[in-house]
């Protein structure tokens, strides 16, 4: 089955600085990948994804990099604010047509801490 | 407001006892899904649904039972051969009727713990 590796685990950057969170993902027929944002207490939230025919996402200060030769994805963050404290997770999922569920595969997670 | 709605937020269950968790959605959704979250690891999956009278086994099935007779509802029942049901309970769901691969919208999740 898909397993999906994410680091670091912990990230700590300074207001406005850039945070960057890796995943790989090891099965070549993957081919969505969703990052999601979890803060304490509550479920994950998704905030981008990307298909395996893209190479890049941009919203706003979020960006999503894919390379399916390396079988990695990242997520970029600019001009990080207290705000983005949480913990972010990737996923990577191989879905199969219409009408049928997304199985997602899980990194471990970042916790992600932008201090003053 | 359309989501998820999970509860109850806090649950506590005795040895040897089923418990079982609720997941309601309002967002016309096909597909449903429940989550296990252990502390420092990812989400894992326990079970999925695609349409109603129909499901399957995740990664970590053994221990769980659902049920999905109506597309709103999806209840996971936490039964007594699980034995290390401490955990973060997610429910999720998607549209499957725009192709594979929609996003998947979590509910905020209910905590269990063995009293």
């Known amino acids: 089955g898909e397993n999906v590796e994410q680091h670091p685990s912990t990230l700590s950057v300074q207001e406005g600085d850039s945070a960057v969170i890796k995943c790989t993902y090891s099965?070549?027929?993957?081919?969505?990948f969703p990052w999601y944002k979890q803060e304490l207490g509550k479920g994950p939230q998704l905030i981008i994804d990307?298909?395996?025919?893209?190479g890049e996402k941009k919203d706003q200060r979020i960006a999503v990099t894919l390379n399916k030769t390396a079988k990695h994805f990242s997520l970029h963050i600019t001009e990080t604010q207290p705000e983005d404290s949480a913990v972010y997770f990737c996923?990577?999922?191989?879905?199969?047509?219409?009408?049928?569920?997304?199985?997602?595969?899980f990194g471990t997670g970042t916790r992600l801490q932008v201090t003053l | 407001d359309g989501g998820i709605t999970q509860s109850p937020k806090y649950l506590f269950r005795k040895e040897g006892q089923n418990v079982t968790l609720s997941c309601e959605q309002n967002?016309?959704?096909?597909?449903m899904y429940w989550y296990r979250q252990d502390p420092g690891q990812g989400l894992r999956l326990i079970y999925y649904?695609?349409?109603?009278?129909?499901?399957q086994k995740g990664d970590i099935a053994e221990g769980y039972s659902v049920s999905r007779e109506k597309k709103e509802s999806f209840p996971l029942t936490v039964t007594s051969a699980q034995k290390n049901p401490t955990a973060f309970y997610l429910c999720?769901?998607?549209?499957?009727?725009?192709?594979?691969?929609?996003?998947?919208?979590f509910g905020d999740g209910t905590r269990l713990s063995i009293l």
């Open positions: 999720a769901s998607s549209t499957s009727h725009r192709g594979s691969n929609q996003p998947q919208h």
């Open positions: 996923a990577a999922s191989t879905g199969r047509g219409t009408g049928t569920a997304s199985k997602l595969t």
């Open positions: 099965d070549s027929a993957s081919n969505y």
């Open positions: 990307i298909r395996s025919n893209v």
């Open positions: 649904s695609q349409i109603v009278n129909d499901f």
């Open positions: 967002l016309n959704h096909d597909a």
